[in-house]
């Protein structure tokens, strides 16, 4: 075997139509585009939501509200959530890359420690915000919150 008697396989090619050749090949005048229209002139490419003339989905639907680009988002994370891991593992200090390993936080996550809940044990917790009520609790209980 070698490159020049090398085959496709039977059947995985087809004969390709030559358009737009001539009368006598049976696709020229119109080359298979029809009579007129955008689709039968050269350079045609519709625009991107173009439904044909009828009114785009992107027109249709009613737009309302705001975004505001400057928002930061943050991963709640509560008391309750943090005593439990503190139980599982016997911690002595949360910060936002051990919440990322045990699953509670993504790769680029902020964290918000809130304070729903009741802390039992005296630890540090770092966070990137604190609620007034989460801080409260953690200080009571002799812990310390900083923020990143």
């Known amino acids: 075997m070698s490159l020049n008697n090398l085959k496709p396989a039977k059947g995985s090619t087809h004969h390709q139509r030559r358009i737009g050749r001539g009368q006598g090949s049976g696709y020229g005048g119109t ?70 390993q045990n699953g509670l936080l993504g790769n680029r996550e902020l964290v918000k420690i809130l304070g729903r809940g ?11 915000k604190f609620s007034t009520t989460a801080k409260a609790e953690i200080e009571s209980k002799g812990g310390d919150c900083s923020e990143i």
């Open 31 to 100: 080359a298979t585009r029809g009579h007129k229209g955008a689709k039968s002139r050269s350079g045609y490419s519709k625009k991107v939501g173009f439904e044909g003339g009828q009114m785009p989905l992107q027109r249709r639907v009613p737009k309302y509200g705001f975004t505001n680009i400057n928002r930061v988002e943050y991963k709640a994370v509560n008391l309750d959530v943090i005593q439990t891991l503190v139980d599982r593992k016997n911690l002595t200090e949360i910060n936002p890359e051990v919440l990322r």
């Open 118 to 128: 009741e802390l039992k044990a005296k630890i540090s917790v770092s966070a990137h």
